[in-house]
């Protein structure tokens, strides 16, 4: 019998999500999200580009502001009315040092018990789907940020900017990872779901053919059912959860 998901922590009260792209999360942790804002939880959003280079029709100079707005709307679907862009270039991110304070930055700014993020492994599937380097670059920053937010000597440049060191991250959630090991009950939080990656419009409308209702709802009920499999036979969203 395959191994069952453990439920999702449930003892915290305020999460930031780091992602590299608008609809990073959209594609995965949208539903689980909506639950937790909807318990009364704080979760703000964090990307590190504007997914400029993500419509093939769209010049980047045009796609930014326009993935931008639909970033922010299908946050809001799902609760979520802070979010907030880096201004690395789409397609490029270096992982190193400097994406690691800029990161500590803002998890010192937010003081969450949870980071949420995207696939950080080689691959999708631990074999051959080979993932994105700014999903692989971002993914390993945030990992890697949750202990360097409370490290006082690691970036002592943030705390004289009045960034004073956090060390309050319990866990790591990794969203889309080939191996999740936790998963959260999101039932009642799949229309919002498919609401929140609808708001992505330009971008879908690029990507497929299909409706984009019926893309997004196909997507959403697909993601959630297989992870239902390992999880009591409720529609769920799964993590590779990191705890500190
Ligand atoms: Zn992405």
New binding site residues.
């Given amino acids: 019998m395959t191994e069952q998901f453990e439920a999702m922590p449930s003892d915290w009260t305020r999460a930031l999500a780091i ?6 999360l959209e ?1 995965g942790s949208a539903a689980a999200i909506s639950r937790w804002t909807s318990e009364g939880r704080e979760v703000f959003y964090l990307l590190v580009t504007r ?1 400029e280079a ?1 419509i093939d029709t769209v010049p980047p100079g045009q796609a930014a502001a326009l993935r931008e707005s639909e970033q922010r709307a299908g946050a809001a679907v799902v609760g979520v009315t802070s979010v907030d862009f880096l201004d690395h270039r789409d397609g490029v991110i270096e992982y190193g040092p400097a994406l690691r304070r800029e990161l500590t930055r803002e998890i010192r700014r937010r003081r969450p018990e949870l980071l949420i993020t ?1 696939n950080h492994h080689d691959t999708w599937d631990g074999r051959t789907s080979w993932n ?1 380097p ?2 692989r670059a971002v993914g390993r920053a945030v990992l890697d940020a949750a202990a360097d937010a409370g490290n006082r000597w690691i970036f002592p440049e943030l705390a004289a900017e009045g960034f004073t060191p956090w060390n309050g991250v319990r866990w790591v959630a990794v969203n889309g990872s080939p191996h999740p090991t936790h998963a959260v009950d999101v039932s009642d939080h799949l229309e919002r779901a498919v609401r929140s990656l609808l708001a992505h419009r330009t971008y879908i409308e690029a990507l497929t053919d299909r409706k984009p209702e019926e893309y997004c709802r196909a997507l959403v009920s697909q993601a959630t059912s297989e992870a239902s499999a390992r999880f009591g036979g409720r529609p769920a969203v799964c993590f590779e959860l990191f705890p500190r």
């Fill in positions: 992602v590299a792209h608008p609809d990073d594609y997914g993500g995207l994105t700014d999903h």
